[in-house]
């Protein structure tokens, strides 16, 4: 049975409302990485991170799951073998479209975590500096979302899931983050075909065995219709 393993990026709830992070307009182009998104910038200015993520949290609710999300779901229920969606977002998109076992390796924006004991729970809608940790106390709280210097999460299951995928799909994202931007690449390497589905060419596109370039609503339902009806 072919085992599909499934990247996931922003360009896949562009058509739900959300932004991306790199196209014209983008969240980078409105706030600096270094500010909001690293552990440096969040110790700097803990106010400033949870409003960015606050906002997003809110934007993320208000949204719905697209044909996109929704298909890649049935694949997950249809398909006769293993599928893994490994998801650099950290809306909750690809659960609200049906899907069950979507890996956040980028974390969530759904959770919180404490800094000082590594507790998790869910995140309140609007999360504050001083929030105190339900176990420990401690006025730690952050977003349970990784920031570009931490390690991603499930890097114990996305490993040998990549080393054993015969089709590795990467869907709307731009290939500049890594590790992701590197697993087309060593899926190829391993033997596996790999399929790009993207609004325009990523910057990895030359590692992919086939290219589709268009919006997701529309190139991910057919392209999933064409694999389960094969
Ligand atoms: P990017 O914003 O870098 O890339 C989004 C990609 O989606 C681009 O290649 C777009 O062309 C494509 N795209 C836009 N609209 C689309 C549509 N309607 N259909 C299909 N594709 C579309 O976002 P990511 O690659 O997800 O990490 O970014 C990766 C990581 O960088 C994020 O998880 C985040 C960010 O910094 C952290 O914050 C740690």
């Keep these: 049975?072919?085992?599909?393993?499934?990247?996931?990026?922003?360009?896949?709830?562009?058509?739900?409302?959300?932004?991306?992070?790199?196209?014209?307009?983008?969240?980078?182009?409105?706030?600096?990485?270094?500010?909001?998104?690293?552990?440096?910038?969040?110790?700097?200015?803990?106010?400033?991170?949870?409003?960015?993520?606050?906002?997003?949290?809110?934007?993320?609710?208000?949204?719905?799951?697209?044909?996109?999300?929704?298909?890649?779901?049935?694949?997950?229920?249809?398909?006769?073998?293993?599928?893994?969606?490994?998801?650099?977002?950290?809306?909750?998109?690809?659960?609200?479209?049906?899907?069950?076992?979507?890996?956040?390796m980028h974390g969530s924006l759904f959770g919180a975590l404490c800094n000082a004991c590594g507790h998790r729970w869910e995140a309140p809608p609007r999360m504050h500096p001083d929030d105190p940790c339900p176990a420990c106390a401690a006025a730690a709280t952050r977003p349970d979302v990784v920031w570009f210097g931490e390690i991603p999460y499930g890097m114990e299951v996305i490993d040998p899931a990549l080393n054993a995928a015969d089709l590795f799909v990467a869907i709307g994202t731009s290939g500049n983050v890594y590790p992701a931007a590197a697993y087309a690449q060593h899926c190829r390497r391993l033997g596996a075909r790999t399929v790009e589905l993207n609004l325009e060419p990523s910057a990895n596109t030359r590692d992919f065995d086939e290219r589709r370039h268009g919006p997701a609503s529309r190139i991910v339902p057919a392209w999933v219709n064409e694999v389960l009806s094969a």
Excluded: C
């Design 1 to 104: 049975m072919e085992k599909i393993v499934i990247l996931t990026g922003a360009g896949i709830s562009a058509e739900s409302g959300l932004s991306t992070f790199r196209d014209e307009g983008g969240l980078w182009s409105q706030h600096a990485i270094e500010d909001v998104a690293t552990p440096e910038g969040f110790a700097r200015n803990p106010r400033l991170v949870h409003d960015f993520y606050n906002a997003r949290r809110a934007n993320a609710g208000r949204v719905k799951p697209n044909a996109a999300h929704q298909a890649l779901a049935r694949l997950e229920t249809e398909h006769p073998g293993e599928v893994l969606i490994i998801t650099q977002n950290v809306d909750n998109l690809h659960e609200r479209g049906g899907a069950r076992g979507v890996l956040h």
